[in-house]
């Protein structure tokens, strides 16, 4: 015998509509009712259904038989005269009493005339519950095993008995219960491929007068569990050719697994779109079981719908941040290409991040124009609604020798359009003071590139050098963000910078102030292979920066800049992880007095060596203030657990300046402690605690840092 399984029907019960060929599912509930309220020990079975008696068909009377049964119309427009009711009698002399005035009624409330006694609860019933029938159940299939404790702990996530925690108030809900479990379990064995599963209930009442639970018991005959037979796609022809077949999860003689067959049916429906089928439909299910073979055959509709290349942008909407021509830019995919849903999510997370939408959405439109090749053009409607562009942010950070800083920005997100943003913002700290202003415009004719142009003012008071600096600054670039952690980045550009500054000098055993005029040229260029971009857990980075600076003091000085830095993640087991990090830096072409101040190198402090106070590395005035040199090596080693939110960190830092244009690795310098982290959607807050290896006079005992972001 055959019977068809598909449509809507399929999913219905646990992804299944288990109605099988030949099987009997009769409910008891109504004899279980009776057991519970009878007190029977034993289980009842189903009373067959009771047909009903079809009563004589009354004979129909003619057109001429029932007007001459209607009344008259005369008759019904004389209505007879109503007929006069006796008086009531009064048996009770005080009904004929008038009433007593509201203002003299006695408020005293009702008598509780139980005498305060609270009502007893309602017995409850007790019950136990088990499933029988599954302890030997089991099919070891290599794509889709079960086992029978395996089907008995889905159906007890569902279970109404074992929800109702063993108590119910009557044997009603108790019935109740047990007619859902069995539904329940039918669905769980049918999501398995056991449509002939036969469930029967039963149900033993403790001995009459004897304290005891009621026990339910839900034996299962499993019956054979399904196959999958032959497969067919009723489809037209696609290219390529076996597109549906190759992407298809399942395959014939598997058995018939509800979530293996609905994940392969909504495969196709991502597949086909990014086959160049944007209008793909996944039409209802077939499946043909055959009781005899345990076989279902099934068959899947696919309307696919043309074959599509990309067509034209239009925007959509009143508020509209971008046109099609900006968008276009960021879009990874130009007019003919084949359509491909991947580059649709794409471009959509790109305008999201953008920050200027208050909703964004892109869907293909067809049009019915041909683009050659048997496909046709989809155009793209994306429909925007601006977002709020002004936004403020604030930061701060602590850390020993530089003190306290923060930092407030306001900026106008798209002040010039399209995504042209103008950022001021202030700095404020113990030795730190600035404001600055920035123009940068992202997307610029190039999807990920942003030209920056800023101009700034600050005054800097550290131990090494005082200064007062103005600068104007431009930087074209291409750098990751939180969203796109991109593996090449880059930046280049130009510094105009005047500075005052003052420092120590030898030759005159003093203090001296100088002006500095620069010109920089700076470019670097990152390689990232690591897996995240404030949290790293593994990989690699490789960075190189590179500035050629000419500058105008007492004489013209030329000389170049450039840094190398490398650093590695290695995950040891679970959440634990190696980190490591090694830099060197190299000023060549003038000597350390001929550089400005706050063009040498210099080390120490949170993002350095920590341990050290911010600069306190290096060579020193007789003050024992730094100086800073040409030169700079630095590494860092750092082993970080993390637990939930939380985590611990312990480092070894070691790092020196010197006076040479290469790093002579003399008097290295070291510095250990431990941190610790709190991670949030943005990146783990910082907290670190070192202290100098071989502490020497005028070091601090401990040193302390706080701020964004793993150190390195």
């Given at each position: 015998?055959?019977?068809r399984?598909?449509?809507?029907?399929?999913?219905?019960?646990a992804?299944?509509?288990?109605?099988?060929?030949?099987?009997?599912?009769?409910?008891?509930?109504?004899?279980?009712?009776?057991?519970?309220?009878?007190?029977?020990?034993?289980?009842?079975?189903?009373?067959?259904?009771?047909?009903?008696?079809?009563?004589?068909?009354?004979?129909?009377?003619?057109?001429?038989?029932?007007?001459?049964?209607?009344?008259?119309?005369?008759?019904?427009?004389?209505?007879?005269?109503?007929?006069?009711?006796?008086?009531?009698?009064?048996?009770?002399?005080?009904?004929?009493?008038?009433?007593?005035?509201?203002?003299?009624?006695?408020?005293?409330?009702?008598?509780?005339?139980?005498?305060?006694a609270?009502?007893?609860?309602?017995?409850?019933?007790?019950?136990?519950?088990?499933?029988?029938?599954?302890?030997?159940?089991?099919?070891?299939?290599?794509?889709?095993?079960?086992?029978?404790?395996?089907l008995?702990?889905?159906?007890?996530t569902?279970?109404?008995?074992?929800?109702?925690?063993?108590?119910?108030?009557?044997?009603?809900?108790?019935?109740?219960?047990?007619?859902?479990?069995?539904?329940?379990?039918?669905?769980?064995?049918?999501?398995?491929?056991?449509?002939?599963a036969?469930?029967?209930?039963?149900?033993?009442?403790?001995?009459q007068?004897?304290?005891?639970?009621?026990?339910?018991?839900?034996?299962?005959?499993?019956?054979?569990?399904?196959?999958?037979?032959?497969?067919?796609?009723?489809?037209?022809?696609?290219?390529?050719?076996?597109?549906?077949?190759?992407?298809?999860?399942?395959?014939?003689?598997?058995?018939?697994?509800?979530?293996?067959?609905?994940?392969?049916?909504?495969?196709?429906?991502?597949?086909?779109?990014?086959?160049?089928?944007?209008?793909?439909?996944?039409?209802?299910?077939?499946?043909e079981?055959?009781?005899?073979?345990?076989?279902?055959?099934?068959?899947?509709?696919?309307?696919?719908?043309?074959?599509?290349?990309?067509?034209?942008?239009?925007?959509?909407?009143?508020?509209?941040v971008?046109?099609?021509?900006?968008?276009?830019?960021?879009?990874?995919?130009?007019?003919?290409?084949?359509?491909?849903?991947?580059?649709?999510?794409?471009?959509?997370?790109?305008?999201?991040?953008?920050?200027?939408?208050?909703?964004?959405?892109?869907?293909?439109a067809?049009?019915?124009?041909?683009?050659?090749?048997?496909?046709?053009?989809?155009?793209?409607?994306?429909?925007q609604?601006?977002?709020?562009?002004?936004?403020?942010?604030?930061?701060?950070?602590?850390?020993?020798?530089?003190?306290?800083?923060?930092?407030?920005?306001?900026?106008?997100?798209?002040?010039?359009?399209?995504?042209?943003?103008?950022?001021?913002?202030?700095?404020?700290?113990?030795?730190?003071?600035?404001?600055?202003?920035?123009?940068?415009?992202?997307?610029?004719?190039?999807?990920?590139?942003?030209?920056?142009?800023?101009?700034?003012?600050?005054?800097?008071?550290?131990?090494?050098?005082?200064?007062?600096?103005?600068?104007?600054?431009?930087?074209?670039?291409?750098?990751?963000?939180?969203?796109?952690?991109?593996?090449?980045?880059?930046?280049?550009?130009?510094?105009?910078?005047?500075?005052?500054?003052?420092?120590?000098?030898?030759?005159?055993?003093?203090?001296r102030?100088?002006?500095?005029?620069?010109?920089?040229?700076?470019?670097?260029?990152?390689?990232?292979?690591?897996?995240?971009?404030?949290?790293?857990?593994?990989?690699?980075?490789?960075?190189?920066?590179?500035?050629?600076?000419?500058?105008?003091?007492?004489?013209?000085?030329?000389?170049?800049r450039?840094?190398?830095?490398?650093?590695?993640y290695?995950?040891?087991?679970?959440?634990?992880?190696?980190?490591?990090?090694?830099?060197?830096?190299?000023?060549?072409?003038?000597?350390?007095?001929?550089?400005?101040?706050?063009?040498?190198?210099?080390?120490?402090?949170?993002?350095s060596?920590?341990?050290?106070?911010?600069?306190?590395?290096?060579?020193?005035?007789?003050?024992?203030?730094?100086?800073?040199?040409?030169?700079?090596?630095?590494?860092?080693?750092?082993?970080?657990?993390?637990?939930?939110?939380?985590?611990?960190?312990?480092?070894?830092?070691?790092?020196?300046?010197?006076?040479?244009?290469?790093?002579?690795?003399?008097?290295?310098?070291?510095?250990?402690?431990?941190?610790?982290?709190?991670?949030?959607?943005?990146?783990?807050?910082?907290?670190?605690?070192?202290?100098?290896?071989?502490?020497?006079?005028?070091?601090?005992?401990?040193?302390?840092?706080?701020?964004?972001?793993?150190?390195?």
């Open positions: 015998m055959k019977c399984l598909g449509g809507a029907d399929f999913p219905a019960r992804a299944y509509d288990v109605r099988t060929c030949g099987s009997d599912f009769g409910w008891l509930a109504l004899a279980l009712g009776g057991t519970l309220l009878a007190g029977t020990a034993s289980a009842q079975p189903s009373p067959a259904p009771v047909k009903e008696q079809a009563s004589p068909p009354s004979p129909i009377i003619t057109d001429r038989d029932f007007e001459a049964a209607l009344p008259s119309q005369d008759a019904a427009a004389s209505p007879a005269a109503p007929v006069a009711s006796p008086p009531a009698p009064v048996t009770d002399p005080d009904l004929a009493k008038p009433l007593t005035p509201l203002t003299d009624f006695d408020k005293e409330p009702l008598r509780d005339e139980t005498g305060g609270k009502t007893e609860k309602a017995p409850t019933l007790s019950y136990r519950w088990q499933v029988t029938g599954l302890e030997n159940l089991r099919d070891a299939h290599p794509v889709a095993p079960i086992d029978g404790g395996a008995v702990d889905s159906f007890s569902v279970s109404a008995l074992k929800q109702g925690k063993g108590k119910a108030t009557n044997a009603a809900a108790i019935a109740a219960r047990i007619e859902q479990d069995r539904q329940a379990l039918s669905d769980v064995m049918a999501s398995q491929g056991y449509f002939d036969a469930i029967q209930s039963s149900v033993a009442m403790p001995e007068g004897k304290p005891g639970d009621i026990a339910v018991s839900l034996a299962v005959a499993p019956g054979p569990r399904y196959r999958l037979g032959a497969i067919r796609f009723d489809a037209p022809a696609l290219i390529p050719p076996d597109l549906l077949t190759r992407h298809f999860g399942v395959h014939s003689g598997e058995p018939i697994v509800a979530e293996r067959v609905l994940s392969a049916e909504a495969e196709l429906g991502v597949i086909l779109p990014q086959s160049a089928y944007p209008f793909a439909k996944i039409g209802q299910r077939d499946i079981l055959d009781a005899a073979t345990g076989i279902g055959d099934y068959t899947l509709p696919v309307t696919p719908g043309p074959r599509s290349r990309f067509g034209d942008i239009t925007v959509k909407g009143r508020r509209s971008f046109d099609a021509r900006h968008i276009s830019t960021i879009a990874r995919f130009r007019k003919g290409e084949l359509y491909d849903s991947r580059l649709i999510d794409d471009l959509r997370k790109a305008l999201v991040a953008t920050n200027l939408f208050a909703t964004v959405t892109v869907e293909p067809q049009t019915g124009v041909s683009a050659g090749d048997n496909t046709e053009y989809a155009n793209l409607v994306v429909s609604k601006a977002g709020p562009p002004r936004s403020l942010s604030a930061q701060a950070g602590y850390s020993t020798g530089e003190g306290i800083k923060a930092v407030g920005s306001w900026s106008h997100a798209n002040l010039f359009p399209p995504e042209g943003a103008l950022i001021g913002s202030a700095t404020a700290g113990t030795s730190e003071q600035g404001v600055s202003g920035t123009f940068r415009r992202s997307n610029a004719g190039l999807r990920d590139r942003t030209v920056e142009v800023s101009i700034s003012a600050n005054h800097t008071n550290l131990d090494a050098y005082e200064a007062f600096t103005g600068a104007l600054k431009g930087r074209i670039s291409r750098a990751s963000t939180a969203i796109w952690q991109k593996r090449w980045t880059y930046s280049y550009g130009f510094e105009l910078i005047g500075s005052n500054e003052q420092d120590y000098a030898f030759e005159q055993a003093g203090e102030r100088r002006t500095f005029y620069i010109l920089a040229l700076p470019g670097q260029i990152t390689y990232d292979r690591s897996n995240s971009l404030l949290d790293p857990t593994r990989g690699y980075r490789l960075s190189a920066t590179l500035s050629p600076e000419a500058s105008l003091g007492s004489n013209v000085q030329t000389y170049a450039s840094i190398f830095e490398a650093t590695g290695y995950p040891i087991a679970g959440k634990l992880v190696l980190a490591g990090r090694a830099r060197v830096g190299m000023i060549g072409g003038a000597s350390r007095e001929s550089i400005a101040p706050s063009r040498r190198f210099y080390s120490g402090g949170g993002g060596v920590r341990g050290f106070g911010y600069q306190e590395l290096g060579p020193k005035d007789p003050s024992g203030n730094p100086i800073g040199g040409r030169s700079q090596a630095e590494t860092s080693v750092e082993l970080r657990y993390r637990f939930g939110n939380f985590g611990v960190v312990g480092f070894v830092d070691s790092g020196q300046v010197f006076t040479s244009e290469v790093p002579t690795f003399n008097s290295w310098r070291f510095g250990a402690g431990m941190g610790f982290r709190y991670y949030t959607n943005f990146g783990p807050m910082r907290f670190d605690i070192a202290t100098p290896i071989n502490r020497q006079i005028g070091e601090s005992r401990v040193a302390v840092y706080v701020s964004i972001g793993q150190a390195f």
